[in-house]
């Protein structure tokens, strides 16, 4: 990466890259921490294509905030976000926060978080949870963003934790 990338919304027509950065973050953060073939089902061409055509719709109905970064015409890395499904206690969730290796440790990922956190702020959210696989690494990404750990499931052999940030405006820099 030869500059810091560009952070929009995203539109239907981002959604083959997204969907590539998808199965590749997969495919770098999971290996070793999901079994083998569970992880080479989901990061498939079959897999690729149906996220491309899951983000179409998702992005087209205009429900959730999704946002990319961009470098050079290419999409590094992707959020989304939107109404809390399943975290009592939080309004909203952040759904997904991918990047491929290139654009990581730039800030890039930081940045898609703070954008992310404050077009749900404007949508009147003012907490916000995810769910993060307890072995993978990037928990401690969000810690270091100022989230907390405040619940888990368990889905099978995986344990899942979950973040959160009961005061939304610490992420955008109006604390309440």
Same mark, same amino acid.
């Given at each position: ?9 995203? !539109? ?12 590749? @973050? ?20 079959? !897999?690729?294509? %149906?996220?491309?055509?899951?983000? %179409? =719709? ?23 976000? =939107? ?9 909203? #969730?952040?759904?997904?926060?991918? @990047?491929? *290796?290139?654009? %990581? ?5 930081? #940045? ?18 995810? $769910?993060?696989?307890? !072995?993978?690494? !990037?928990?401690? $990404? ?6 907390? #750990?405040?619940?888990? *499931? %368990? ?13 939304? =405006? ?7």
């Amino acid at each position: 990466m030869t500059r810091t990338p560009l952070i929009r919304a995203a !539109t239907p027509a981002d959604a083959p890259g997204i969907a590539a950065v998808h199965v590749q @973050s997969w495919r770098d953060t999971y290996a070793g921490l999901l079994p083998d073939g569970f992880l080479a089902r989901m990061t498939s061409p079959e !897999t690729q294509a %149906q996220r491309e055509g899951f983000w %179409q =719709g998702n992005i087209g109905a205009g429900q959730d905030v999704v946002l990319v970064a961009e470098d050079a015409g290419e999409i590094v890395a992707f959020a989304s976000a =939107g109404a809390a499904r399943d975290h009592p206690g939080f309004d909203a #969730e952040l759904f997904t926060l991918y @990047s491929l *290796k290139a654009a %990581q440790g730039a800030g890039t990922g930081r #940045e898609l978080l703070r954008r992310a956190a404050q077009a749900l702020h404007a949508r009147g959210a003012g907490s916000l949870a995810l $769910w993060v696989l307890d !072995t993978n690494p !990037t928990r401690h $990404w969000y810690a270091r963003q100022g989230a907390h #750990e405040c619940g888990e *499931k %368990q889905d099978g052999a995986l344990r899942e934790l979950r973040m959160g940030w009961s005061d939304l =405006g610490v992420l955008v820099g109006t604390p309440t």
